[in-house]
């Protein structure tokens, strides 16, 4: 059943992803009501089926973390009767979303110059490494590789210590969030038009969007950024701080947090010194701030610190590992963490919607897709008649998944 629900009920996204950066882009439009149709390969589906941990129930949890509030079908688009299904889905969508190698899709006749000529007003999107254009665009991408050539890995991390990649896939993430921006731009103007167009966006195109700080730094003055650990590179003190037990963040960015903190930490003579004057000063010397604080802020516990800290109107918090992170009570009370019905998994928890909407609020509605859950129910809305929807499925050029849900076992 298509979604009723949100700012983009009633707008239909073909997703022709795998992995994450495609993926993450048609699931940010799927939790505003979009109804994406992931398309997925004979036998196997999408590569994140088969990444990581599996569970009891045989479903993967990398799969079902950016598939959700999508349907699913199977197409095999080896086939040049797949490839008809898709031209006959795509003639009927607002938007496609693909992520592979540039000149793939061109190979199967998917290019958008194909597709435009059964919809005028399809936005089509491309997630890829580098880019349709470009020395590099014909070269595989994963966000380790972004992370590296946008410049991310060299400032990541502790000084003296050799390149390290953020905690989480930045570049994939970031090219999802700008393909689904670029996506909605176009859309946007295909309202106002009734023509769709090309959205291109890449892994190394997000991660250099990233580097905001460094970028304007080098473009100003020259100065290649190097790490700098937890610390701003442009204001201090504005990092962890080591505590009795654990760590605490502290970001005392402006003059008058900075007072704030001086007094609260019982060492207000640090405002009349002058290493610690004003904010330039305090940043030339922010080794020497850290360890006047730091001095202090050992003698209690984290969470001592906050409740002091906040009290006193100092920006602060605690540094959560990723149980504590949805331990929180005010991770929950923003609906942070959702449970769905999977059916072949039971309950399935996910990541809430983070923006809100008052009118028109987005939300979780449905897991992640078996693999084919959708096809026959998506063939059949799109046209195509039971008799040759039955054909397919027996020639194996599309399948439909057999599977038996939770409740009936």
Partial sequence: MTPSFGALAGVRVLDV?????????????ADMGADVVKVEKPGTGDDTRRMGEFMPHGESPSFMAVNRNKR???????????????RRLAAESDVLVENFRPGTMARLGLSYEDLCQVNPELIYCSVSGFGSTGPYSEQGGFDLIAQGMSGVMSFTGEPGRPPVKTGVPICDLNAGMFAAYGVLTAYIHRLRTGLG????????????????WETALLFAKGDVARPTGSAHRLSAPYEAFPTADGWLTIGAANQRNWERLCVAVGRSDLL???????????????????????TVLGT???????????????????????QQVYDD??????????????????????????????????????PAPVLGQHTREVLTEAGLPEREVAELIAAGVVEQAAFEPIEAR
């Avoid at 009370?333 to 809430?352: D, F, K, S, T, W």
């Fill in 300 to 322: 209690r516990s984290t969470a001592e610190w906050v409740d002091h800290l906040r009290e006193a109107g100092v920006p602060c918090g605690p540094i959560y590992d990723i």
């Fill in 72 to 86: 699913g079908i199977v197409v095999d688009l080896h086939d040049p009767r797949g490839v008809d299904v898709l």
């Fill in 272 to 294: 009349i010194d002058e290493r610690f004057a004003n904010a330039g000063t305090r940043l030339a010397h922010r080794a020497e701030l850290a360890e006047q604080l730091g």
């Fill in 17 to 29: 992803t795998q992995v994450m950066a495609g993926a993450y882009c048609s699931m940010l439009l």
């Fill in 197 to 212: 167009q090309y959205v291109d966006t890449s892994l190394l195109e997000a991660g250099i969007a990233y580097t905001v």
């Fill in 329 to 366: 009570e005010h991770v929950r009370a923003r609906e942070m963490l959702v449970e769905v019905e999977h059916p072949r998994a039971g309950r399935n928890q996910q990541i809430g919607v983070p923006v809100k909407l008052s009118v028109t609020p987005g939300r979780v509605h449905s």
